[in-house]
């Protein structure tokens, strides 16, 4: 059964940082595609970075591209979101998904991604 489960949320101020980390049991996030999405109050889940098998290149939405980056640490079979230069904006619950695979063209689709994390909340000041 596969389980995953981040961490690393929380309040920080606009202009600040954090780094979110995805762990898993039960698969091996270099042999599936994984994905960052997040969900702000009211609002439905919208991608935000994912990466592939391969690692490179790395997918980004285009309201984080350049402040985000996605990786993978296959000793520690553990994937970060590094997230920079925060925005109040960027305030929601972060999920990470995966699936064995999916099509480029369907990378940023939440429908492409059957494990899902219970999320963890990031709040940013103004």
């Known amino acids: 059964q596969v389980q995953l489960i981040e961490s690393g949320g929380g309040l920080v101020q606009a202009g600040g940082a954090l780094t979110l980390s995805c762990e898993a049991s039960?698969?091996?996030?270099?042999?599936?595609?994984t994905a960052w999405f997040r969900q702000a109050p009211g609002k439905g889940r919208t991608f935000v970075a994912g990466?592939?098998?391969?690692?490179?290149?790395?997918y980004y939405a285009e309201s984080v591209k350049g402040r985000f980056t996605i990786s993978r640490d296959n000793a520690k079979n553990t994937i970060y979101l590094q997230m920079n230069s925060l925005q109040p904006e960027d305030t929601a619950v972060y999920y990470c998904?995966?699936?064995?695979?999916?099509?480029?063209?369907?990378?940023?689709?939440?429908?492409?991604?059957?494990?899902w994390g219970q999320g963890t909340q990031v709040t940013i000041s103004s």
């Open positions: 998904a995966t699936n064995p695979w999916v099509i480029l063209s369907a990378i940023r689709r939440e429908d492409q991604y059957r494990n």
């Open positions: 039960g698969l091996t996030f270099s042999s599936v595609v």
């Open positions: 990466i592939r098998t391969s690692a490179t290149p790395q």
